[in-house]
Each structure stands twice: as C-alpha cells, then as structure tokens.
C-alpha cells in the first residue's frame, strides 16, 4: 500500500482546509484508514478513520464536529476536511492504513491514540499550521 497526503498549509484561526490521501494497492474492504498528527515535543495521535468493512467513521474527541472523514474510492482517495480549526491543531498530519479482520476494532484504537505507529503503510506528512 502507498499512500501520498496533500493539502496541508498556513490558515487563520477558524479556517478551514481539506487534506487528501491518495492510496495505492489497497484490494479488499478489510482495512483501516484514518488520519494521524504530530506536533512538535509531542506524541502521534489518531485524529480520525473509516472503516473499509462498512464505512462507518470514527473521530477523536478533540474534532468531533469539526472535521469530517470521508473516501472516494473512484478516486482512491481520501479526505479530512478540517474546519473551526484551532492553534492547537497545528501539527503534521499523516494518512495511515491498515490491513485487518476488524477494521472497526482497529479505528476504534487510532482514535483513542492506542495504535502509536503501529499501522501497516503510512504517507509522508503533510503541515497544517493555524495561526491565531
């Protein structure tokens, strides 16, 4: 699996951006795709994922409501559309995807930040910077 993030960049505080993953060589629905972040001094943590299996969606606390997770598998694409976004959201964000019998089980775990880096494929980071 390949996965390439995009769509990071400088916003004013409550902006809004859209991040986008496209991934390669992903052929079954028993997987997990989500999205990670990384501030500086600070540990990775899930943000959001979608379950290949039955598409539900899975959000971290901290974006509830103001991100939303979504998938173009047409495109192989998949998308964080991010907005209300906060100082405290600044940080590199990373696509992550992972092969699994419970894709729910697994999203469940990338957001409550108890998979670390712990997933098959990752993309290379993409900077999402808020000002205030």
């Known amino acids: 699996v390949q996965l390439q993030a995009s769509g990071g960049g400088l916003v004013q505080s409550g902006g809004s951006l859209r991040l986008s993953c496209v991934a390669s060589?992903?052929?079954?629905?028993?997987?997990?795709i989500g999205w990670f972040r990384q501030a500086p001094g600070k540990e990775r943590e899930g943000v959001s994922c979608i379950s290949g299996r039955d598409k539900n969606t899975y959000y971290a606390d901290f974006v509830k409501g103001r991100f939303a997770i979504s998938r173009d598998n047409a495109k192989n694409t998949l998308y964080l559309q991010m907005n209300s976004l906060k100082p405290e959201d600044t940080a590199v964000y990373y696509c992550?995807?992972?092969?699994?019998?419970?894709?729910?089980?697994?999203?469940?775990?990338?957001?409550?930040?108890?998979?670390?880096?712990?997933?098959?494929?990752w993309g290379k980071g993409t900077q999402v910077t808020v000002s205030s």
């Open positions: 992550a995807a992972d092969r699994t019998t419970w894709p729910g089980v697994r999203c469940g775990m990338v957001v409550r930040s108890e998979i670390g880096r712990d997933m098959g494929s």
């Open positions: 060589g992903i052929t079954s629905n028993y997987y997990a």
